[in-house]
T-cell receptor
Framework: GESVGLHLPTLSVQEGDNSIINCAYS??????FIWYKQESGKGPQFIID?????DKRQGQRVTVLLNKTVKHLSLQIAATQPGDSAVYFC???????????FGTGTRLQVFP | DAGVIQSPRHEVTEMGQEVTLRCKPI?????LFWYRQTMMRGLELLIY????????DSGMPEDRFSAKMPNASFSTLKIQPSEPRDSAVYFC?????????????FGPGTRLTVT
């Protein structure tokens, strides 16, 4: 039979525009969140993290926003570049283990 | 530091054969994680170790899979016998410590193809 893979949401943006990648988490007890970037053929790479006692954290060209009320996390990339094309994963730690629980990912495509 | 090192980078084997994947974590990291990534299931945690001791192996798919960490600088993931559905990219990741920082550093992965 035909196999069906995960359907990755895809965000297409023009070079230079800002990108916003969203993630919903399920466990209100989660107290640590992290974003990873995975380029084709490589392992996931850390981008930025945030603890639940914060609602915003900024890095170089990236900002993570956390809304605990609606259990929503977003990653904003300013002035998106072709090198930002990748799959982006959010992950959470639920506080009772040492594991990270990963989301299914969002594919970011940057076109000129 | 060279980062997390995995070997081999690619492995092609026939169904029924034993496969051993290897990982060297970042020096000083106390945690080591094995993941499997497929199009069907995404990124799945198989097992993780703390100070060389397996803590949670609930993600190991079946008895054909086993993992060991004989010392702080080396871990193996073994599949015996291998099956075509085991074809995937297997990642190893390590972490310095939990409680305040759960950041995991991933290796480049081993792409396994079972024919």
């Amino acid at each position: 039979g035909e196999s069906v893979g995960l359907h990755l949401p895809t965000l297409s943006v023009q070079e230079g525009d800002n990108s916003i990648i969203n993630c919903a988490y399920s466990n209100s007890a989660s107290d640590y969140f992290i974003w990873y970037k995975q380029e084709s053929g490589k392992g996931p790479q850390f981008i930025i993290d945030i603890r639940s006692n914060m609602d915003k954290r900024q890095g170089q060209r990236v900002t993570v926003l956390l809304n605990k009320t609606v259990k929503h996390l977003s990653l904003q990339i300013a002035a998106t570049q072709p090198g930002d094309s990748a799959v982006y994963f959010c992950a959470e730690n639920r506080g009772d283990t040492d594991k990270l629980i990963f989301g299914t990912g969002t594919r970011l495509q940057v076109f000129p | 530091d060279a980062g997390v090192i995995q070997s081999p980078r690619h492995e092609v084997t026939e169904m029924g054969q034993e496969v051993t994947l290897r990982c060297k974590p970042i020096s000083g990291h106390d945690y080591l994680f094995w993941y499997r990534q497929t199009m069907m299931r995404g990124l799945e945690l198989l097992i993780y170790f703390n100070n060389n001791v397996p803590i949670d192996d609930s993600g190991m798919p079946e008895d054909r899979f086993s993992a060991k960490m004989p010392n702080a600088s080396f871990s193996t993931l073994k599949i015996q016998p291998s099956e075509p559905r085991d074809s995937a990219v297997y990642f190893c990741a390590s972490s310095a410590g939990q409680g305040t920082n759960y950041e995991q550093y991933f290796g480049p992965g081993t792409r396994l193809t079972v024919t």
